[in-house]
């Protein structure tokens, strides 16, 4: 496979896309970092995130959600910046949380070969039938946890199929 990171000597490039880039984008970075690291390929990617609202422009992401995330080892440091188009350039797949977010990101993309970059990160679930990862910003405690338990999921399936 031409794009397969783990046979070429090339950077593959990495975008998480939410809304406010506080949230779920900043913890599927952190997520898929932790697997690449773990398999030792962090030479091999390059990750990041971004948001489609600039409103959260360099913050931290949120606290409720880096508290769920180091409780699994997951330290997240990113700081919210928004998406923009010289992100296509920058990436090899750029991975939508939401079906609001996959559409602002269509609309982003300057070419037809550029929008088929992004893909939706529900796609990559496979034991549940769920088509978007939801947002956890008005939800309780819960909500991050079941973030996190998606993104989890969702990543390892990501790595596994770029592997391939
Ligand atoms: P995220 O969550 O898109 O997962 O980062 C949100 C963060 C902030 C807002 C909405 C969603 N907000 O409306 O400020």
Known sequence: MNNNP??????????FVCLGNICRSPAAQGVFQAIVDR??????FVIDSAGTYSGHQ?????????EAAARRGYQLTHRARPVGMMDFLDSDIIVA?????????????????D???VVKM???LTTRSISYIPDPYYMGAEGFE??????????????A???E
Do not use: F, W
């Open 58 to 66: 360099g913050q931290l992401p949120d606290r409720r959600m880096r």
């Open 161 to 163: 199929s770029l592997s």
């Open 6 to 15: 783990l046979n070429t000597s090339k950077q593959y490039r990495i975008l």
């Open 122 to 124: 529900a796609g990559y």
């Open 146 to 159: 079941l973030v996190l338990d998606l993104l989890e999921e969702a990543c390892g399936n990501l790595y």
């Open 39 to 44: 398999e030792g390929r962090s030479a091999g």
């Open 115 to 117: 929008s088929r970059k």
């Open 97 to 113: 949380m939401d079906d609001a977010n996959y559409e602002d990101l269509m609309h982003l993309a300057p070419s037809v070969e």
